[in-house]
RNA sequence: GGGCGCGUAACUCAGUUGGUUAGAGUGCCACCUUCACACGGUGGAAGUCACAGGUUCGAGUCCUGUCGCGCCCACCA
């Protein structure tokens, strides 16, 4: 029989050194490869993380710490329970915020007309640069220069989750613009043009006029703005009749083309079929009936402009109105001449002269000069004729592209379009089959779904994306072709039509007539986010590993991009596979400041996550997080912070304590460490199951609550002695033997939220002892870790002896003494039940309480498991022990 | 306008399928140098479970309505 191997707590420091202990056991964690997926093993024993890839252009902020540690608890948990793990990391480096961020930082600006420049290197502009205007640079240089950035914004992420113990295997590391991702867009884009699932059109678009590109529905964002309602009269043609509409755009009036009324408005019923006359401009346009048309919304009569909104774009179509588009791709008013073909006027002079004042101007602007002159018109009149008549305040939501800062236009331009209107209710069975967490985010996309109302529009027209692998050939006139466009093929790709010619063409060609033209957008970022399940498993490209790794086993994200991510994602697996990307959405919630607001740059009121890894440590972070249930918005909060360090500590001590008691190994025999293990046994069965749901806050809050209660507060002092008594070698082995054991499934319980202090722990014995190198690469505690351990005879026992001590601590507390005071007598009341169901523990009890002599007495009129004491005789103040001789 | 979520102690939050006296941590009060830990321990006070009805032997939990907060969606006249 050997003695258990103990530490030395005198060679340990009197705190944990938390920010060494993170750098090396991250380091150590790398070397060992022990976050590596292993492609041999089979898919159902593996577990595939769909990353989300953070946008590198922004920056760091504690919700990337939130919602990514969301992930490493469920995947350091599917880790001990054997599962080969596939967790990836992308970075989201194509798109507008890029551009926008590289196009300051280095002073240029892309102009895709212009030759590739080899060798360009780029460097911070300089106040002085700045100064200057912007050096234009072709396309391939200035994706060069946003590659170069984004490498040095990835840096700090991966600093961050390194630190975090976000345990990703970086072998699997993409960013949306590498060759690899450029390749899979591509490809899905010429699958679905395959499939029949893409067209292009040129059409009333949703258009930024800043950054001069087509944006999608989901992309959208509704913002309150003051507005007003201004009555204007219009005449009718062949009368001297009048009639008011009011409309919060006046600016559109040059571009009226149409009035509607609801059919069943009788003020109006007898203008239908008509023409109406617009003031100023003096255009007629016909007078038509619609359903949607609101009778008590303004006067109940509107004009049709091209293009207001999207209800105007319904009545151009349906109705087959003029197109008289005033409003240009830079958001300026375009010179237009009335009484041209799609023109009319009645009197194309006064209407010209009224256009001169607004060309060239901002809609805003055009507002009020619109104004301006229809006051002007009015004082000049006479008797009824009125044209501006009243203005009401008014707020209405605005469609703005949520990256933008004006309100977005419709303008009609050439976009390419995924379609989805027709495949609705295949997404929403789509949806039905994924598992969402929680359930009621499934909702949103359902609602998304539903009022689904246009297709995808998939391209944009910015530099810093993933190109069209398209070419349109030109006729003899040098018109291209968009019916018939130049795929690129499979085995081309990635591809830059830009640089390359399509095949059976010379680049000489290139905007020749007969010869051909890139098509120089590129797409929607979301077209290729929307593709990392697949961009992970090497879709197309490597059948095995995407057999093995698709579809994945979670999708982690935030709600805000349910329409957008999720979204699409569905979209595009069913598109080219008709399989869900994968089994679950994983949905965090936001971290909201102290006030419940979103905490947002511009309110400054966010916080830099490393200054919070400094402070509270990796572990104390992890926990923070860890308290928050999947779906629910957490309000930050220090307290909880503090919280996770100070649970830290506790570990650190309570380990140190554990292991430097000495002892024979000995079976588990006793009733009250039975009674322990089997109170142990019931908290690890339900942190399974919660982790189970990929709940890691329930697990969390039961693990934490034993290991304060039960184990450190009770446990540990209940055995104490018994831990130490040379007299009683059973039980002495049995208290030691049920401590580790209860220590060491502590610490596997905690691992996944707290990795660094588990390991260190670990580190000291138990990673010797059981073979296991890491606690991260060691079993999840179950069943089979208390196999050995005979069932208590009575479960409550454990229960019954920190009943007995609570009182007796209860006692002296009253007393006005610390717990460490004897008591040298004492009547402990209770039920005789009770007393009964004490006894086998009761020696524990009396030894924790340090009491010398008791009397037992049965008290029938106690609750059930209540103890009460009497005739308590505390002991004296023990002399202070001689102070230890220096040196 | 429609929908979803939330409202429990001063604060942050738990509360399974309805079931004894509604819990935890923080904060507060009192006490304790204690031999793992003062980054500690012991004990305590503190709640009209937003409000109003209803179902039930029994409601924080189920139903209806109201109020408040947050979010999502909706054709901007």
Not at 481 to 505: Q, W
Request: glycine content about 6%; proline content about 6%.
């Amino acid at each position: 029989m050997t003695d258990q191997r103990t530490i030395d707590p005198s060679t340990l420091p009197k705190h944990f050194d938390a920010p060494a202990a993170e750098q090396r056991w991250d380091e150590t964690w790398q070397e060992r490869g022990l976050y590596h997926y292993d492609p041999s093993r089979p898919r159902e024993e593996t577990f595939v993380v769909d990353t989300p890839p953070p946008t590198v252009s922004g920056s760091l902020h504690v919700g990337h710490v939130f919602s990514y540690t969301h992930t490493d608890l469920v995947v350091r948990y599917q880790r001990m329970t054997g599962k080969n793990i596939f967790y990836p990391m992308g970075w989201d480096d194509n798109g507008l915020p890029t551009e926008r961020r590289v196009q300051n930082y280095y002073h240029i600006r892309c102009d895709p007309s212009l030759p590739y420049e080899e060798g360009l290197t780029f460097e911070a502009a300089s106040a002085k640069v700045r100064k200057k205007r912007p050096r234009l640079v072709s396309r391939p240089n200035f994706v060069e220069a946003c590659q170069q950035l984004t490498r040095e914004d990835e840096k700090a992420f991966l600093a961050l989750w390194r630190r975090l113990g976000v345990s990703v295997d970086w072998r699997q590391e993409y960013a949306t613009i590498d060759d690899h991702c450029r390749e899979i867009a591509q490809r899905s884009f010429l699958d679905l043009h395959q499939k029949g699932m893409l067209y292009n059109s040129d059409a009333p678009t949703l258009w930024d006029v800043d950054f001069q590109t087509a944006v999608a529905q989901a992309e959208l964002e509704d913002r309150e703005l003051d507005s007003t309602f201004n009555d204007v009269a219009f005449g009718v043609e062949g009368s001297d009749e009048e009639f008011v509409i009011s409309t919060t755009r006046p600016e559109l009036l040059p571009a009226c083309v149409g009035v509607a009324c609801h059919p069943e408005d009788e003020r109006y019923a007898h203008l239908v079929g008509k023409r109406a006359v617009t003031p100023l401009f003096r255009v007629p346009v016909p007078i038509f009936t619609s359903d949607l048309v609101e009778k008590d919304k303004g006067t109940g009569i509107l004009m049709i402009c091209t293009f207001g909104d999207q209800t105007d774009v319904i009545w151009w179509r349906e109705q087959k109105l003029a197109l008289r588009q005033i409003i240009g791709l830079k958001g300026r008013l375009l010179p237009v001449s009335y009484g041209t073909e799609g023109w009319e006027s009645l009197n194309a002079d006064a209407a010209n002269e009224a256009y001169a004042a607004l060309e060239g101007l901002r809609p805003v602007q055009a507002r009020e000069k619109v104004l301006e002159l229809l006051g002007e018109a009015s004082a000049a009149a006479t008797g009824s004729e009125v044209p501006l008549r009243a203005q009401k305040k008014i707020k209405h939501a605005v469609k703005f592209f949520e990256k933008g800062d004006r309100p977005l236009e419709l303008v009609p331009t050439r976009q390419w379009f995924c379609r989805l209107l027709d495949r609705k209710q295949d997404l929403l069975n789509k949806g039905d089959e994924i598992k969402w967490h929680p359930d009621f985010m499934g909702h949103r996309y359902r609602v998304w779904t539903e009022n689904l109302g246009l297709d995808w529009c998939i391209s944009r027209q910015r530099y810093f994306g993933v190109s069209f692998p398209v070419w349109y050939a030109l006729n003899g006139e040098g018109q291209p072709n968009y019916d018939e466009p130049l795929l690129a093929g499979v085995d081309t790709l990635p591809v830059d039509p830009t640089v390359t010619p399509p095949a059976g063409y010379e680049e000489s060609q290139r905007g020749q007539p007969n010869g051909f033209m890139a098509e120089t957008d590129v797409f929607d970022t979301w077209f290729t986010s929307s593709m990392t399940p697949q961009i992970s498993s090497h879709w197309q490209m490597n059948g095995e590993r995407h057999k093995a790794l698709f579809p994945a086993d979670i999708r982690p994200q935030s709600h805000e991009i349910i329409r957008t991510w999720a979204f699409y994602t569905i979209a595009k697996a069913m598109a080219h596979e008709d399989v869900v990307p994968w089994k679950h959405v994983l949905i965090s919630g936001w971290i909201l400041d102290p006030d419940r607001k979103k905490m947002s740059k511009s309110k400054g009121n966010v916080i830099v996550p490393t200054e919070l890894l400094d402070k509270y440590t990796s572990d104390g972070v992890r926990y923070w997080t860890a308290n928050a249930r999947l779906g629910v918005d957490t309000a930050f909060d220090e307290k909880m912070l503090s919280m996770g360090k100070r649970l830290v500590t506790k570990l650190f001590n309570a380990s140190k304590f554990v292991l430097a008691q000495e002892g024979p190994v000995k079976p588990i025999t006793n009733e009250l460490d039975r009674g322990f293990c089997h109170e142990l046994l019931a908290v690890v069965k339900e942190a399974t199951a919660s982790y189970e749901e990929f709940e890691f806050s329930p697990a969390l809050r039961a693990t934490e609550s034993f290991f304060w209660a039960r184990f450190t507060d009770s446990y540990l002092e209940l055995i104490k002695a018994r831990a130490r008594n040379e007299e009683d070698p059973e039980g002495r082995g049995s208290a030691i033997a049920a401590l580790r054991l209860g220590l060491q499934v502590l610490l596997r319980l905690f691992a996944p939220v707290l990795p660094y202090i588990t390991e260190e722990v670990w580190s000291w014995i138990f990673a010797e002892e059981t073979g296991q190198a890491s606690i991260h690469g060691a079993a999840w505690p179950s069943e089979t870790d208390f196999a050995a351990v005979e069932a208590p005879a009575d479960p409550g026992g454990f229960g019954i002896a920190v009943s007995a001590l609570t009182a007796i601590n209860r006692a002296k507390t009253s007393a006005g003494v610390g717990v460490g005071r004897g008591i040298v007598t004492m009547v402990l009341h209770a039920r005789q039940a009770d007393h009964d169901r004490l006894a086998p523990v009761l020696g524990d009890v009396l030894a924790a309480g340090r009491v010398q002599a008791h009397t037992l007495q049965a008290n029938e009129e106690l609750a059930e498991g209540e103890f009460e004491l009497s005739d308590v005789e505390i002991a004296p103040k023990p002399p202070k022990p001689p102070k230890p001789a220096k040196g």
